[in-house]
């Protein structure tokens, strides 16, 4: 395959319409639509409490209110279960709520402001109970004071356990020179998405069922799972994904929490229903960034080597499942990307009465690297080295295997010590003796901190594959059909530039249909950076079978074996004739003519997943790696941490667009700052208490300095061109980098995140009196 696009920086299909205002989202569907109910919810006052009673009647008959429901009003067939992972979350709270996210009912009427007035009119009688709100307290607490009888944990307060057992970690730690013993705190964090969570429900009245136009992760998940819910078949359910006004994971599962419960009025009035969260709403109701308490032991010798690594990792789950793979994740990264001998790694996500852990950037991938950078730090400030070095003495090269038991193979590209380098000198390391001085103000000290990462592609279960669908027009041009969506990661670029190199036509040519369960097959979730790997390889599978049926084909017309044939720039010809030339339209529509069909099916596997029975095994066919490096300024008076530099070197294996790679490495970049000095959700009696922009920080064009980055390539050879992916990966590093360079500021090590004024004053308050 000649590579005539892939690796070039191609403007985005969707750039210009985004930029103008022409793109329509979910919501302007909605306004341009006069046929539409509106529907609103009623959310409880509590994080925890029991439902007495409920009373519609003066909702009912107010103006312009079509319907009011409640679980009891739910159609025959609906299980009142759902969830991304399993179901378990209900549209309509029947006796009990456990999060005050959790609807009691709902109100469909011809105008929003009609909705509103009549939701806030039922009158709900709540008998309030305790909150729990600390996983590590509740996690022996037997039976669990939260679901009684959940429907896949029991009684259990846990719903989802791991471990790692990789040897006995036991005599490393009595062999070793240097044991670490911390533990660390990492927030819970929205998603910050611009766009709330937004659906329009419309049934069919001719054949049944319905269909979903909203912000999606997943459509042929939410087709599968919306469909259970409501007791259909999964052909009566259509889900086409709008353009996305951000996601980062949340709307793999956020947008069913408006879906429901439209769905529920549709199929009750048989009208078409809007739905939209507002902002407080989103907040309130939808997944988080789960919070994390990691204790995390280290054995090494004196000369930095890591010996061995014992972790207990207790996670935040919130109070429903969503999508609950984390413990599995929180537990295989626990090592980070060093060569470890011997581990035992544990994590266990626990029901509390806060908001449902769900996928964000990372899923759980930045809580573990945040732990074990943190400890790679505190071994080279306990041992006098470099934290570079001590960082390249440790990393898994070839051969080598990491603490799950996974051998590194040169061959999936490992371009780690590259990143690392890389970075290092662009920040200037070199320089770092000269950090942590003062600056003329005689306030303000200055540091700079690095911290490096891997990060598997795709799941890492199986079954795990993608199916796409190529047609070919008789014109020569072709239709894309794939199930993922379009979040703003560039996927339409991506999957236009792989197609029109390998069916040797300009971009022009080539249209992409996405996101419509309709018009696609499935390929899994948007998710896990795994489109540009899973997508682009069944991708090219479609198009090499639809060019070997049109060189065949074409073999007749140019009297020469297939084999000698080559398709260029929207022409057929014989390789290195380019006179020979015949228009690849006249190709396709002779193939038709002759019964040839102008459609394919490609497919796409990974290497299966096997785990062995102490969870040891090859869980990722590929790795994507990183380092992050920063110079930031700690204010000593007020506490404020300015990053000034930040930048990622990354190793992408084959970037297929590095416009939209950088993208993606900036966006991770920024939304790592956040994380790292700034987002934290604050509960309270599981409540919420910073429900807004005013009080839930996020960094703004002020905070964050011009992000610099640096593509690294080193091939997979699982990937299309060697690609690998890069939608999540920028972020995991950030926030132990930032603490790293207030190490090397102040000399202070905070095992704790956000590093907010607060916990920056405080922990110079104490450095003060100890000295």
């Not at 038709?592 to 990974?606: D, E, R």
């Not at 807004?692 to 992000?707: E, Q």
């Not at 607060?758 to 922990?763: D, G, I, P, T």
Request: glycine letters at 10%; one cysteine or more; hydrophobic letters at 40%.
């Amino acid at each position: 395959m000649k590579e005539k696009y892939i690796g070039q920086r191609v403007t985005r299909p969707d750039a210009l319409a985004k930029v103008t205002g022409q793109a329509q989202f979910a919501a302007d569907i909605a306004v341009h639509r006069d046929d539409l109910l509106h529907a609103k919810a009623l959310y409880p006052p509590y994080g925890h409490a029991r439902i007495l009673s409920i009373d519609t009647s003066e909702a009912e008959h107010m103006p312009g209110v079509v319907c009011v429901m409640t679980a009891k009003d739910l159609p025959a067939g609906c299980t009142n279960k759902y969830g991304a992972d399993e179901p378990d979350k209900p549209i309509f709270a029947e006796n009990k709520i456990v999060y005050e996210g959790d609807a009691v009912a709902a109100v469909a009427a011809e105008t929003l402001a009609q909705a509103e007035a009549a939701a806030a009119k039922i009158r709900v009688t709540y008998e309030s109970l305790p909150a729990y709100e600390d996983p590590r307290e509740l996690r022996e607490t037997y039976p669990s004071p939260i679901h009684e009888n959940h429907p896949i944990s029991g009684q259990s307060p846990v719903s989802l356990s791991a471990t790692v057992r990789n040897g006995d970690p036991g005599p490393a730690f009595e062999q070793a020179d240097v044991v670490l013993d911390h533990w660390y705190r990492t927030p819970m964090a929205d998603h910050a998405y611009l766009e709330p969570d937004v659906c329009i429900v419309e049934p069919d009245p001719v054949q049944g069922g319905f269909t979903i136009w909203s912000p999606q992760h997943a459509v042929q998940n939410a087709k599968q799972d919306m469909a259970k819910l409501f007791g259909l078949p999964q052909s009566k359910v259509r889900v086409i994904g709008t353009l996305a006004g951000g996601g980062f994971g949340g709307k793999e599962d956020s947008t069913y929490d408006v879906s429901t419960v439209a769905a529920a009025l549709a199929m009750k009035t048989g009208k078409p229903v809007s739905f939209e969260f507002t902002r407080d709403e989103v907040f309130r109701n939808t997944g988080k960034r789960h919070a994390e308490q990691i204790h995390h032991r280290l054995a090494a010798d004196k000369e930095g080597n890591i010996l061995a690594i014992d972790v207990d990792a207790v996670i935040d789950k919130g109070a429903y499942r969503s999508v609950d793979i984390l413990p599995y994740r929180g537990s295989y990264y626990a090592g980070g990307p060093y060569k470890i001998p011997v581990s035992h790694a544990k994590a266990e996500s626990v029901f509390t009465n806060h908001p449902y852990g769900c996928a964000f950037r990372g899923l759980g991938v930045p809580q573990a690297t945040f732990a074990m950078e943190g400890q790679m730090d505190y071994l080279a400030a306990e041992l006098g080295m470099d934290p570079l070095q001590l960082r390249l003495k440790n990393i898994a090269r070839a051969g080598d295997r990491l603490h799950m038991g996974q051998v590194m193979l040169e061959e999936r590209g490992l371009g780690l010590e590259e990143c690392l380098l890389k970075a290092a000198d662009a920040i200037g390391w070199k320089d770092r003796a000269k950090t942590g001085y003062y600056d003329n103000r005689g306030t303000v000290k200055r540091g700079k901190g690095i911290a490096c990462f891997l990060y598997g592609i795709g799941t890492g279960s199986s079954p795990d594959g993608a199916h796409c669908l190529v047609q070919a027009q008789r014109d020569g041009s072709f239709n894309v059909q794939v199930s993922q969506s379009e979040l703003g990661q560039g996927l339409l670029a991506a999957m236009s530039q792989i197609a029109a190199d390998a069916l040797g036509v300009t971009l022009d040519k080539i249209q992409v249909d996405y996101a419509d369960t309709a018009a696609s097959l499935l390929a899994g979730p948007t998710t896990s950076s795994r489109s540009t790997m899973y997508v682009g390889n069944a991708l090219l599978s479609a198009c090499k079978i639809l060019t070997d049926r049109f060189l065949g084909y074409a073999e007749g017309v140019l009297r020469v074996g297939k084999s000698n044939l080559a398709i260029e720039d929207n022409m057929v010809m014989v390789k290195g004739k380019p006179e020979t030339a015949v228009p690849l339209a006249e190709i396709v529509e002779g193939a038709y003519t002759a019964q040839i069909p102008l459609a394919a099916i490609g497919s796409w596997y990974p290497p299966r997943v096997f785990f062995n029975e102490d969870m040891t095994n090859d869980q990722m066919h590929t790795y994507t790696f990183g380092a992050c490096a920063v110079e930031i300024a700690v204010d000593t008076e007020t506490g404020i941490i300015a990053v000034e530099r930040c930048l990622l070197a990354a190793d992408v294996g084959k970037a297929i667009n590095p416009d939209t790679v950088e993208g993606q490495m900036q966006g991770g970049l920024t939304q790592g700052i956040g994380w790292s000095v700034m987002e934290e959700i604050f509960m309270e009696n599981g409540r919420m208490k910073n429900h807004s922009y005013h009080d839930y920080l996020i960094p703004t064009a002020m905070d964050v300095p011009d992000m610099e980055t640096i593509i690294v390539e080193h091939p997979s050879d699982l990937g299309p061109c060697g690609a690998k992916g890069i939608g999540e990966p920028p972020l995991v590093a950030t926030a132990p980098a930032i603490r790293s360079a207030f190490w090397d500021a102040t000399g202070i090590f905070i095992d704790e995140i956000p590093l907010t004024p607060v916990r920056v004053m405080k922990a110079l308050k104490r450095k003060d009196c100890a000295e």
